[in-house]
């Protein structure tokens, strides 16, 4: 029975400085992957706009949009102030819906002077695509606009077509900007 065993003998300070630096090696390895944590929650967060983004938008994008409070809902639409609105052929043009309650941004396509369904009509030389569309939820509306992006990103022209009339849709210049503007303001919301 030795009197005088050291504690820390040395094969025990091997082994805790294995231990150790194991241990800061995987914490460090793991703060990468914070990000890919499982979201158990069952939340749809496919239309969340973080505060930093709507704050941005209600301060700086938002006094180019008129503004609709609808109490009723408790949500407010912002449409763009330079949009083109006639009194005797269709207009389509988009709404950003700020919901604060869920802390979530809608898109929705508002159809004036018309009836769903419609068809929207690309075009560019002899290339064309045919978008149908029927009014539907935010999931909807949302996957209309990334069907539209790709085109207006390469300057298509577009044709609107309800039951057998077709109409020019967004043929301006002007009316194309506010498109893209509100496009861009929406995606930046969403992040």
Same mark, same amino acid.
């Given at each position: 029975m030795p009197a005088r065993d050291p504690i820390l003998s040395p094969e025990i300070i091997r082994i805790l400085k294995i231990f150790i630096f194991s241990s800061l090696g995987m914490v460090l390895l793991f703060s990468f992957f914070n990000g890919y944590r499982a979201d158990n929650s069952g939340k749809d967060r496919s239309f969340l706009a973080a505060d930093a983004n709507r704050i941005y938008f209600? /301060?700086?994008? %938002?006094? &180019? =949009?008129?503004?609709?409070?609808?109490? #009723?809902? %408790? $949500?407010?639409? +912002?449409? &763009?102030s330079k949009r083109v609105e006639s009194d005797s052929i269709p207009s389509f043009f988009p709404v950003i819906i700020l919901n604060p309650a869920k802390d979530e941004a809608y898109l929705y396509f508002e159809l004036k002077k018309a009836d769903y369904p419609i068809q929207i009509i690309a075009q560019k030389g002899e290339e064309s695509a045919i978008l149908n569309f029927s009014n539907g939820n935010n999931s909807d509306h949302f996957q209309l606009l990334s069907?539209?992006?790709? =085109? @207006?990103? *390469? #300057? =298509?022209? +577009?044709?609107l077509k309800v039951g057998n009339n077709t109409f020019l849709l967004w043929a301006e210049e002007n009316e194309l900007s506010v498109l893209k503007t509100? $496009? *861009? #303001? =929406? +995606?930046?919301? @969403? /992040?």
């Open positions: 209600l /301060n700086v994008r %938002g006094i &180019h =949009y008129d503004r609709e409070v609808r109490r #009723d809902a %408790g $949500m407010t639409l +912002f449409r &763009h069907q539209l992006k790709p =085109y @207006l990103e *390469e #300057d =298509y022209s +577009f044709q509100v $496009m *861009e #303001d =929406y +995606f930046r919301l @969403l /992040n």
